[in-house]
T-cell receptor, first 113, second 114 residues
């Protein structure tokens, strides 16, 4: 167990809706990264937050947005859901920018109908 | 951007045999290469990693080798056990304008049969 928790474990939404996913980082970690893992694929980087600021972003549209809170927990928000957004969303925490090791939570399985 | 390729996509071995998974990367600036094990219904678990100033690293039955010149790195599992069955992912660390993103391969599904 990494100490990274995510909620909810799974949820079902319909196309066009909005969703918020939550992540609590491992104790002592101040950096959170979000990844999308489609079925049968490797995780793809969405963005990273360090001390409440976005620190880098992958090739995802602006309808994917995030927040990090003073306690270093984080949210991923996705607006105007599309069918292709169906995936496992993973949160990973690390002990700081420049600290390479990233430890993943169990993920949230999102299904868009 | 960084491109990580991983082979094979599936691998079946008998218990006690060795398993080798290979990855190549494209960005010569990459300097950190972790390996993750993902079991069904769980998030990826970091099992071993290597940095570009090291050519080989071993942890019990698991070892990783890195060839910076050829831009490839490999995971070696010896004396495989049924509980080693899982999907394994290699990744490379790109620290350019994408923050500290990990770029993953597509995974290798390893099956260890008793």
């Amino acid at each position: 167990e990494t100490g990274v928790t995510q909620s909810p474990t799974h949820l079902i939404k319909t196309r066009g809706q909005q969703v918020t996913l939550r992540c609590s980082s491992q104790s002592g970690h101040n950096t959170v990264s979000w990844y999308q893992q489609a079925l049968g694929q490797g995780p793809q980087f969405i963005f990273q937050y360090y001390r409440e600021e976005e620190n880098g972003r992958g090739n995802f549209p602006p309808r994917f947005s995030g927040l990090q809170f003073p306690n270093y927990s984080s949210e991923l928000n996705v607006n105007a859901l599309e069918l292709d957004d169906s995936a496992l969303y993973l949160c990973a925490s690390s002990s700081g920018v420049g600290r390479d090791e990233q430890f993943f939570g169990p993920g949230t399985r999102l299904t868009v109908l | 951007g960084e491109n990580v390729e991983q082979h094979p996509s599936t691998l079946s071995v008998q218990e006690g045999d060795s398993a080798v998974i290979k990855c190549t990367y494209s960005d010569s600036a990459s300097n950190y290469f972790p390996w993750y094990k993902q079991e069904l219904g769980k998030g990826p678990q970091l099992i071993i990693d290597i940095r570009s100033n090291v050519g080989e690293k071993k942890d019990q039955r698991i070892a990783v080798t890195l060839n910076k010149t050829a831009k490839h790195f490999s995971l070696h599992i010896t004396e495989t056990q049924p509980e080693d069955s899982a999907v394994y992912f290699c990744a490379a660390h790109a620290s350019s304008n994408s923050g500290y993103a990990l770029n993953f391969g597509k995974g290798t599904s390893l099956l260890v049969t008793p």
